[in-house]
């Protein structure tokens, strides 16, 4: 009668919106389990209906904490058979709630199997006479959830979280809150490169698992790739992938986008990953998938540019990922590239490549506040792959979107990222990153400077100070020995100086250029601007540049191959 009476009071609460008491939730956690004879059956599935009812009333946070008062098969059981009731497939507060469990106890899920914690991810039902084929249900899901997401409007991905979520994060889960992004949930999208949240929480088991579970997901991936990676694949060919993957044909999106997608991320947090890819043939499907123009099995009306358009920005961005920890996989995006603009040459159409990929979704808008976020690994791929990118592109002289772009603007983004007081070791890569960018726009011609100089001049004279003087003093070390810039930052610059000696610029010193590049500035704010630039150690800077102290002559550092 106790715990009936105790029902009915939470669910009046419920009802009416108002707040619980930590009891409370432990309270419904402790009703519903299975492994107890205390209460009745009604009682445990109307303590699960109503648990399952907070969890999507943004209760989350709440909820796992109450979880995580009990033993580790409570929580795993809860889980599973929230997962098995639960089909909202995108923005889902299922995964959220297994995030924060993973951030705090990621040890609770050591005992699962892969296709045990795949199943319970992507909402699966399968029995366990055929749990093998959860790896399939898992890129099936992702391939349905990306055809949602492409038509769903998220431009209230960057609203500020109230300030009762914001206090439930910071009271609760202050680690969780270090790592998640300022927005009201963790799992919140600002492109479609994003990974959904389900398949971020597999990533973070990937990133913790075994050698065994990470080489059974590569392997997944290149099987499913290779099919597709000829001149005409068949419908034969790719018959046993669509087979168990049924969405991958069901929408405007590149069969073979949900692999690539969930490759990119794995092969930015994980080694071990890229190693087995670039082991296992990855740059040959990746050239044979370009140079083919990802045919599809559904016929060329589907080759739309839209969708050419995507499938090569997200071969660019696996091949940053595969960079980060194989170098030599730069220098096939540089090809690949190469062979893109010449092709564009021919037909008299200038090369520009859209990083935000199908329908509304805005990836530069709000970049530097991802970056910013003391996220985990895998989280802040996005902003280190996009920098990586645009730097790419730039290089080769393939145009980004311009100011105020329906995607965001990426140099307002640019310059928020280096104008951060931020100093922890992993933002300074990304700094880092984004100043590479800017030495790789100002390496190139003039007409490609108009987006980057209507943006600058719409920059406040704080921030310009704040990102001109990482660039001296922490970039090119102006003021102390430019010879121990960062092998990484003077290869690219070597790179930048060599292409624009190819193209014959009269000026072909990186920084020179960027000291023309920033010029525009100081036309409209002469005095002002000047004196920014000689607090920032601009006159320190061109005085090594003149004495050779920062010489950008010579050949970039050979890198090893991973697989061997």
């Not at 045919?295 to 990922?321: F, H, I, K, S, Y």
Request: aromatic share 8%; hydrophobic share 40%; net charge positive.
């Amino acid at each position: 009668m106790e715990s009936t009476y105790r029902l009915w009071r939470i669910s009046w609460r419920i009802r009416q919106n108002q707040g619980m008491p930590d009891e409370f939730y432990q309270d419904l956690v402790d009703m519903q389990r299975s492994d107890r004879d205390i209460y009745t059956n009604v009682e445990r599935c109307k303590a699960w209906s109503l648990l399952r009812t907070l969890v999507h009333k943004q209760h989350e946070h709440e909820v796992a904490d109450a979880l995580l008062k009990f033993p580790p098969h409570v929580i795993i059981t809860f889980l599973r058979s929230l997962g098995m009731h639960d089909d909202t497939l995108v923005f889902t507060p299922h995964a959220t709630l297994i995030s924060l469990i993973q951030l705090e106890r990621p040890w609770i899920f050591d005992e699962l199997t892969l296709d045990s914690f795949c199943a319970i991810v992507s909402q699966t039902r399968h029995p366990d006479s055929t749990q093998r084929l959860t790896l399939y249900s898992f890129f099936d899901t992702i391939a349905k959830t990306s055809q949602q997401m492409s038509q769903h409007d998220h431009s209230g991905c960057f609203a500020q979280p109230s300030p009762r979520t914001v206090s439930s994060l910071v009271v609760r889960f202050p680690y969780t809150m270090d790592k998640c992004v300022h927005n009201p949930g963790i799992h919140n999208h600002h492109s479609c490169w994003d990974l959904p949240g389900f398949a971020q929480c597999l990533m973070m088991f990937l990133v913790t698992a075994g050698r065994e579970d990470i080489r059974r997901v590569v392997e997944h991936i290149l099987l499913s790739l290779t099919p597709f990676a000829k001149e005409f694949p068949s419908s034969k060919d790719t018959q046993h992938v669509i087979q168990y993957h049924p969405h991958l044909l069901k929408g405007a999106l590149h069969p073979i986008r949900p692999f690539i997608l969930f490759a990119i991320h794995l092969v930015y947090s994980s080694e071990v990953a890229a190693r087995l890819f670039i082991k296992n043939g990855i740059l040959i499907i990746l050239g044979r998938l370009w140079v083919h123009d990802f045919r599809d099995p559904r016929g060329a009306g589907w080759r739309t540019e839209p969708a050419l358009n995507d499938m090569r920005v997200g071969c660019l961005l696996l091949l940053g990922g595969l960079a980060r920890h194989y170098p030599a996989a730069r220098e096939m995006a540089d090809h690949l590239l190469q062979q893109l603009v010449a092709k564009d040459a021919k037909q008299k159409v200038q090369t520009m490549l859209l990083l935000g990929g199908c329908e509304n979704m805005c990836h530069y808008k709000g970049l530097s506040n991802i970056a910013c976020a003391s996220c985990p690994t895998l989280l802040c791929a996005i902003p280190s792959l996009t920098l990586c990118f645009m730097e790419t592109c730039l290089t080769q002289c393939v145009r980004i979107p311009e100011a105020a772009h329906i995607y965001g603007e990426p140099w307002v983004e640019v310059m928020n990222i280096l104008a951060s007081p931020r100093t922890k070791e992993k933002y300074l890569r990304v700094k880092d990153a984004a100043a590479r960018t800017l030495f790789a726009l100002a390496s190139i011609p003039e007409e490609h400077w108009q987006g980057f100089s209507e943006s600058l001049s719409t920059q406040t004279l704080k921030r310009c100070d704040a990102a001109f003087k990482f660039i001296t003093h922490n970039f090119l070390l102006a003021t102390r020995d430019p010879s121990a810039m960062s092998q990484q930052n003077l290869d690219a610059l070597r790179k930048m100086h060599a292409g624009a000696v190819s193209r014959e610029s009269e000026i072909v010193n990186p920084v020179d250029r960027f000291i023309l590049l920033i010029r525009v500035r100081q036309a409209t704010h002469g005095t002002q601007f000047s004196n920014i630039l000689t607090r920032s150690g601009f006159r320190d800077l061109l005085t090594a540049v003149q004495k050779g102290r920062v010489s950008m002559t010579g050949w970039p550092s050979l890198a090893t191959d991973p697989a061997e």
